[in-house]
């Protein structure tokens, strides 16, 4: 049996997702976010080594991060949800399924950390630094690079349905969370593309049932 170790508002919610689309059986067990840190708790260290969710446990099979959990689950339990070989569409999925976490999420994260830091620093004085400091970081670096990463997203998404050629594939399920989170904090008029392929994710009936079971989900 599946276990999927589940924290809250967390990118483990694609994982659930996958699964219901797949129509395997599995198990939730749940963890909440510390209200403090926003940290997983330390409870997931007995689970995985780095504490971080998502992972998974398929009987005395550990797989860890978003990325191999969706191929595992993929090449076992689903074949059907990535492409043919040698066909432009499989080296999009792989594209995509990359580009998830190794391009987008990175600078998307650098902009919660400055946005922390900014909120967090105390006196008064070193909290003017610091909003000085964050906002040059990201002005000169940060914000360039998501810009032509949402650029780059939208003028594919204006022209294919779906991430890696006519059919639903495991690139989706790796590139929804970022682009629900871009949506969810208010960006999505200025990206009308990605705005309707994340709305055409949510009306998926697999994405409701993983909804239902996940609990918290800020990005929905």
Same mark, same amino acid.
């Given at each position: 049996? /599946? ?18 689309? @797949? ?7 749940? #963890? $909440? ?22 992972? !998974? ?12 959990? /969706? ?10 949800? +990535? ?32 946005? +922390? ?9 070193? $909290?003017? @630094?610091?909003? +000085? ?7 000169? #670096?940060?914000?360039? !690079? ?50 309707? #392929? ?14 239902? $079971?996940?609990?918290?989900?800020? #990005?929905?």
């Amino acid at each position: 049996m /599946i276990v999927v170790h589940h924290l809250n508002n967390s990118r483990s919610q694609r994982i659930l997702w996958l699964l219901e689309e @797949l129509g395997v059986d599995y198990e939730i067990k749940p #963890y $909440k976010r510390d209200a403090t840190t926003n940290l997983a708790p330390k409870t997931l260290k007995l689970i995985h080594p780095l504490g971080k969710s998502p992972v !998974i446990t398929d009987n005395d099979i550990t797989v860890a991060e978003s990325g191999a959990i /969706i191929e595992y689950l993929i090449e076992t339990y689903g074949q059907h949800l +990535k492409p043919g070989e040698h066909s432009q569409a499989r080296r999009e999925y792989t594209y995509w399924l990359h580009f998830a976490e190794g391009s987008l999420m990175p600078p998307m994260v650098a902009k919660l950390v400055f946005d +922390k830091v900014k909120t967090k620093a105390k006196p008064f004085f070193v $909290k003017m @630094l610091a909003e +000085k400091i964050a906002d040059k970081v990201m002005e000169g #670096y940060y914000a360039p !690079i998501t810009a032509a990463n949402m650029s780059f997203i939208e003028t594919h998404l204006q022209n294919n349905k779906w991430f890696a050629g006519d059919e639903l594939s495991g690139a989706d399920f790796q590139m929804s969370f970022p682009l629900e989170a871009v949506v969810a904090r208010g960006a999505g008029a200025q990206l009308p593309a990605i705005s309707e #392929y994340v709305q055409r994710i949510h009306q998926l009936d697999s994405y409701k049932r993983a909804l239902a $079971k996940g609990g918290d989900y800020d #990005y929905a």
